[in-house]
């Protein structure tokens, strides 16, 4: 089945720790933007979802588009249904997020100071049990694929 494309995208303030802004991204379709300064290690934004079990979230796993977080091995958070925004933000193979898992929650932290304007992007970090998929980060550090391992 895999996830719905979300068409039209929108941030949750609620869950937003700072300004952010979506807009057309170079990495992929929408992205989220830095709409102040961030400074390093802070929260960011909180990515939320319809929770789901193993069988729904293998389920929903199957397509081109995903929204899916697992929380732990039998929790994912399908961020295409109540996501706070954080579910579009794109892959990049030298992020500066980082997503951390604390009481159930998925919070994304910023790993450097981000300047007003920057595009937010996070490692994925897909299993070696997902396909791959072609990387467009732009990064000098790009494997060229998102889910490739790295040796």
Same mark, same amino acid.
């Given at each position: 089945?895999? /996830?719905?494309? *979300?068409?039209?995208?929108?941030?949750?303030?609620?869950?937003?720790?700072?300004?952010? %802004?979506?807009?057309?991204?170079?990495?992929?379709?929408?992205?989220?933007?830095?709409?102040?300064?961030?400074?390093?290690?802070?929260? @960011?934004?909180?990515? /939320?979802?319809?929770?789901? +079990?193993?069988?729904?979230?293998?389920?929903? &796993?199957?397509?081109?588009? /995903?929204?899916?977080?697992?929380?732990?091995?039998?929790?994912? %958070?399908?961020?295409?249904?109540?996501? $706070?925004?954080?579910?579009?933000?794109?892959?990049?193979?030298?992020?500066? %997020?980082? $997503?951390?898992?604390?009481?159930?929650? @998925? %919070?994304?932290? $910023?790993?450097? *100071?981000?300047?007003?304007?920057?595009?937010?992007? @996070? +490692?994925?970090?897909?299993?070696?049990? @997902?396909? /791959?998929?072609?990387? $467009?980060? &732009?990064?000098?550090?790009?494997?060229?694929?998102? &889910?490739?391992?790295?040796?």
């Amino acid at each position: 089945m895999g /996830t719905d494309l *979300v068409k039209a995208p929108k941030l949750n303030p609620d869950c937003a720790c700072f300004k952010l %802004l979506i807009r057309r991204s170079k990495i992929h379709r929408y992205g989220v933007f830095a709409g102040q300064r961030i400074p390093a290690n802070r929260k @960011v934004i909180e990515y /939320t979802g319809k929770r789901l +079990n193993r069988k729904e979230a293998k389920y929903r &796993g199957d397509g081109d588009y /995903t929204y899916l977080f697992a929380v732990d091995s039998y929790w994912t %958070l399908d961020g295409a249904v109540g996501g $706070s925004g954080a579910e579009i933000i794109n892959h990049s193979c030298d992020p500066n %997020l980082v $997503s951390r898992v604390m009481k159930g929650h @998925v %919070l994304y932290m $910023s790993l450097r *100071v981000i300047k007003p304007g920057e595009e937010l992007t @996070v +490692n994925y970090n897909f299993g070696k049990d @997902v396909r /791959t998929f072609p990387c $467009s980060c &732009g990064a000098a550090k790009c494997g060229g694929a998102i &889910g490739k391992v790295k040796a």
